[in-house]
Structure formats: structure tokens, C-alpha cells
């Protein structure tokens, strides 16, 4: 904090306070000053100010040693709320969560060959049909989270924000998502790769708390990856970093010559599998998979022993490359096909690994599957103002590489 200015410190210790109420609440004031180490003044002038702006609230009171109970703290559900935004190539999904991360409204369109003009415009529709469902005060949502397939090309702030997937999005490529969304709805926008918004996700309803670092690979209209280090999202130079799937087939040692199409996440496109199951099964959507893994059925399982025999030697790239706590893995399928691509890759995994390697990341199928994208992108508007961040003391010039794009600074910042 060498050289931050008072308004810098003071923010952090906001954010300090109100992460620890969110992550071990009901809490008293005296416990969150021994677990941050504020003054306990500190600590009743900013619960008193959160108390006053409705993001806390007190709750039931606890004993602690002699004389009076005092009163604990708990997030206030209705303090704010959030919108998430998932677009893929055959579905968008919309989310409507509250303070405490809660979904409140859940809201799901198939899309076929998705061109901009109408999907924004169905994404418009899904958020004012969110907010309506629950009457909201429009003043309570803090941002609206937007995800979608890398990789990504934007730039930063509100000069533009563009969109490019070369095969499944061909025409979004200078189309500025977040600017349209934020002039239409006058709410702050983020922009988010679907895998580290998955990631992101993870890191607030699923083993993600229990980690400092971890590899996400998120399973989607292909494979993706996101990156947490230090609690947070890394996202590298261009915003991409974690693209693994993109690695060519010639990885392998029996692999293909690299062509345009030709890389190891190809595999894993959910919708490309669905539209084959369909031709047999009649399959319509991805938790429709579930049954026929419940019956076995061959071609399911060919394409989950073939997908372990691709992710386990990327497992072991990560793992020797980053060396995290854990190795995630999650996306769009049934949480038992997950588990399965796990099981698999884990009895390959101890032949390829060198002997001399003693200790090795846990790997393991995310808590948050079908909708991790979504409730990702959903957390990431009270993400970036809940979690206390180093960047907040960097210069204004520095590459912040924890930073999502954005359309405009938080409101709710004055808060603080």
C-alpha cells in the first residue's frame, strides 16, 4: 500500500469488511476485526455506513465470553443485484441473482445461427423481462454480466468492445455488445470469456473457496480455460489467457497437421454433439444426455473415453506449467458425464506423470456445471466491487489483467 492514497485504503477496507461478512457471516464486529485486523472503530464506521446503504444487515445476537450478546452481520439479499447473460451458439441463457447469490429468475432461449442484431436484441428483452418478474428497483443492480465464447478481441473502457469466434459468431467481429447494452439500459456492462467467467463462478458457489489457484476447463462450444491465481481471475495481454483448447491437434503425438479448424477442443462441442445423439436418440437438449448416460448408451461413452484421452495430457500441461491447487472441470454437460471425463482422465493421468513428481494438483468435476458461464458472469458485477483487489493500489497506467471490459466505472463505487 506504499504511496496509495487515503480514498485507495479506505475502499479496500470496504471491501475487506463486506467480503468478510459475505464469506463467514452471521459474524459479530469483534470477530471481523480479529479476522481482518481493523481497529474495531474502523470496523463500526464501515458496518455503519454498509448498514445504512441496506448492503448488511444485523441478525441474530451471540454470546461471546461475559456480559451483553452482541449482534452478528449477515449480506443483505435485497442490498443489490445482478444480471448474467450467456450466449452460445445454441442457446442464451439470462440469470437474475441477489446480494447473497442467490438465483432468483432463470430465463432460457434456443438460438440457431445467432446474428447480432436479433440476439442483442433478444438480450435486451431477457433483461427487462428479469427485472420485471421480480419488480426490481432498477437503482439495486449493479451491472449486467455478459459471456461469451473466445476467443476474445476488445478493447478496454467505452471506445469499442468487439466480439470475434471465427466459426460459430462469424459476423460479430465489430459488433460493440457492451456499448449497446449499457446506452440501452443505462447499466453497467462486463464483458467476460465464458471459461474464466465459469471459473470466476466456481470461485463464488463451488470449490473455488477452498483453493487459491486453480485451472478451470470449461466445457462448451468447445474447450476454454480459465485461470485463477491469488483468488483471482487472470486473464492475460489480449483478455484470452487459458485458451488451451486451441492448442493444434499436432499436441498429440499421433495428431493431425494444424489447420484452421483443426485443434484439440473441437471435441468437446456440446452442440455438435447433441446434433449427432439427435440423429438416433432425438436428443433436444444437453441435460436430455444424462439419460443416455444413465443407459450406457455407446456412442456417449466413446465420446467421454475420447474426451479424457484429449484433456488428460492438457491436465498435465497446466499442471506442470502453472502448478495449482486444483484442476477444474466443468461447462455445459450433466454433472455424472463430468465426473465420468474425470475418473477417466485420473486413471491415465499416474502413467504419464514422472516418477519424480511427489505432490500433484486435485482434479475435480465443478460444483456448478449446465449454468456456469451464466452464474458466472451473473457474480462478476458484485465480484469487482465485493473483492478487495492489489490493483486498486497500482498505478492508473498499469495493465490490469484481473480487470474485465467494461463499460463504465461501478456507481455503487461512491459507496466506498
Known sequence: MLGSSPFSIKAFNFRTVLETIRMQGPISRAEIARITDLTAQSISNITKRLLEHELIKETTKVQEGRGAPSMSLVVNPQGAYSIGLDIDQDQLTGI??????????????????????????????????????????????????????????????????????????????????????????????????????AAVGERWFGYGRNFENYFYLFLGLGLGGGLILNRLPYRGFSGNAGEIGFLPKSFYPNGKESVHTNHVGIHFDIPKLIHRLHQKHRVQHVNDLAHLYEAQEPLLLEWIQKGAQILTPLILAVEYLIDPDAILIGGRLPTPIIQALVQQSELELPAMRIQEKASFPTVLASRVTEDAAALGVATIPLYEVLTPLASMFASHNSTATSQPYTSVNHPVRQIF
Open 96 to 197: 437474475l441473482m441477489d446480494f447473497s447469490g442467490h438465483v432468483l429468475e432463470r430465463i432460457s432461449y434456443p438460438l440457431s445461427d445467432p446474428k447480432p442484431d436479433e440476439t442483442i436484441q433478444l438480450m435486451l428483452d431477457t433483461i427487462e423481462s428479469l427485472c420485471q418478474q421480480e419488480k426490481l428497483d432498477r437503482n439495486r443492480i449493479w451491472g449486467v454480466g455478459v459471456g461469451v465464447p473466445g476467443p476474445l478481441e476488445a478493447t478496454r473502457g467505452s471506445i469499442a468492445t468487439n466480439v470475434v469466434h471465427p466459426i460459430a459468431f462469424q459476423g460479430w467481429d465489430q459488433v460493440p455488445i457492451v456499448n449497446i447494452i449499457n446506452k440501452e439500459t443505462s447499466l453497467p456492462v462486463y464483458l467476460e470469456n465464458n471459461a474464466t467467467a
